[in-house]
């Protein structure tokens, strides 16, 4: 079964480079949440679309912004990045009322 | 947003029942409970999904009292292979967007 995808899996920047992470859903999933978790910490929210809109936004930096295309697929853009900006960015999606489900993430790397 | 607390570890043995508990005093109305599983450097996977009572999967069952205020996961029978950071989410799954927000979870060590 199709699975939600996460590119590129690893990342490595350079302090004030910029980052694009993508997020490709699984068929028909309409919502698309992204997520940040440092390492030995809990996932927490950056920010949220449903149907193209974003809809909720979390503890997501100023530097940071995204988007959900008319494919449904979403792009977590980061500008100038910070060494705290290392940590493992998952995107989730769903449709309707089922559970969210996540992707395997991108590993970034801030040097 | 119902805010979740859960234990921060629990130790097990191969073959044993667990149960892990989630509180969420101010659950709302229309809130439902999902619990993921999330294995180091993975994306956190769906284990169960309920609203009040009781819901089983081939996986896990999923136990709510009448006043939803917390809800236990019960895992039977777990392997080494269950060792992982368990995690109770408490929101209204029909919201169209909105936010998925993970608590403290709980650290599981299963021992042979």
């Known amino acids: 079964a199709a699975g939600v995808i996460q590119s590129p899996r690893h990342l490595i920047k350079e302090k004030r480079e910029t980052a694009t992470l993508k997020c490709y859903p699984i068929?028909?999933?309409?919502?698309v949440y992204w997520y940040q978790q440092g390492p030995g910490q809990d996932p927490q929210f950056l920010i949220s679309?449903?149907?193209?809109?974003?809809?909720d936004k979390g503890s997501i930096p100023d530097r940071f912004s995204a988007q959900q295309f008319s494919d449904y697929h979403s792009e977590l853009n980061m500008s100038s990045l910070e060494l705290g900006d290392s940590a493992l960015y998952f995107c989730?999606?769903?449709?309707?009322?089922?559970?969210?489900?996540f992707g395997q993430g991108t590993r970034l790397t801030v040097v | 947003l119902a805010k979740t607390t859960q234990p921060i570890s629990m130790d097990s043995y191969e073959g044993q029942e667990v149960n892990i508990t989630c509180s969420h005093n101010?659950?709302?109305?229309?809130?439902?409970i999902t619990w993921y599983q999330q294995f180091p450097s993975q994306g956190p996977r769906f284990i169960i999904q309920?609203?009040?009572t009781k819901v089983t999967n081939e996986v896990a069952s999923l136990f709510i009292p009448a006043d939803r205020k917390s809800s236990t996961l019960s895992l039977p029978r777990v392997s080494l292979s269950d060792t992982a950071v368990y995690y109770c989410?408490?929101?209204?799954?029909?919201?169209?967007?909105?936010?998925?927000?993970f608590g403290q979870g709980t650290e599981l060590s299963v021992k042979p």
């Open positions: 989730a999606t769903k449709a309707g009322r089922s559970e969210a489900f």
């Open positions: 068929p028909r999933h309409d919502t």
């Open positions: 679309f449903y149907e193209k809109m974003q809809s």
């Open positions: 101010n659950i709302a109305t229309n809130d439902y």
């Open positions: 309920g609203y009040k």
């Open positions: 989410l408490v929101g209204d799954i029909g919201n169209q967007g909105g936010k998925l927000i």
